[in-house]
């Protein structure tokens, strides 16, 4: 099993491991729960724009935030962290995630690359050329978004992404936890 192998299959499990390792050096206060809730829930609305134009193994997605990233639920998912990091409110918590993000993701994307370019072929390798892998562009190539899907409520909960938004509001009730436990 290679790295991209092993991080695409147990990033999720790992992430649940190190949730408690962030967790016991966390020392939120209400101000970076509150801040760093802002900025997950727009790392939320990212990865929620891009669930409902993702139809997963079934078409080479390029319209809507496609058209601008490779991968709009990736750079979704690293907003989140760094609100997960700042409502930690703590240097190690936030070194720990963003070192994890960095890594993990970077071995996911690749591999996802890999499948993509054996799926799809030349039609993903133009798409490659034309859109960035991780931080979105300013401009988007007229190819993408002509006569292409749009946003569908019905494709983002095909996709699950209410566990994202279920999962961080759940991050942040912890937060408020360790917050309370720390002040009593």
């Known amino acids: 099993m290679t790295a991209?192998?092993?991080f695409a299959r147990w990033r999720?499990?790992?992430g649940y491991l190190l949730a408690l390792v962030v967790l016991w050096f966390a020392r939120p206060n209400p101000g970076s729960?509150?801040?760093g809730g802002v900025i997950g829930v727009i790392g939320l609305a990212i990865r929620a724009y891009?669930?409902?134009y993702l139809h997963k193994q079934s078409v080479l997605t390029v319209a809507g935030p496609y058209a601008r990233t490779?991968?709009?639920?990736y750079f979704g998912s690293?907003?989140?962290t760094l609100g997960a990091a700042v409502a930690m409110h703590s240097w190690i918590s936030a070194g720990i995630l963003l070192i994890y993000f960095a890594v993990v993701y970077s071995f996911v994307m690749r591999r996802e690359e890999m499948e993509l370019r054996q799926q799809h072929g030349s039609a993903f390798d133009a798409y490659a050329q034309a859109v960035p892998l991780f931080f979105p562009g300013f401009s988007v190539s007229p190819s993408f978004t002509v006569g292409r899907a749009s946003f569908s409520w019905s494709q983002y909960k095909k996709n699950h992404e209410h566990q994202a938004?279920?999962?961080f509001l759940l991050l942040l009730l912890l937060l408020v936890i360790v917050?309370?436990?720390h002040t009593a």
């Not at 490779?70 to 639920?73: G, Q, S």
């Open 50 to 52: 891009a669930a409902g």
């Open 33 to 35: 729960i509150l801040i």
């Open 165 to 167: 938004a279920v999962g």
């Open 4 to 6: 991209m192998d092993f």
């Open 12 to 14: 999720v499990r790992i």
């Open 70 to 73: 490779r991968n709009p639920l």
């Open 179 to 181: 917050w309370r436990m």
């Open 78 to 80: 690293s907003i989140m």
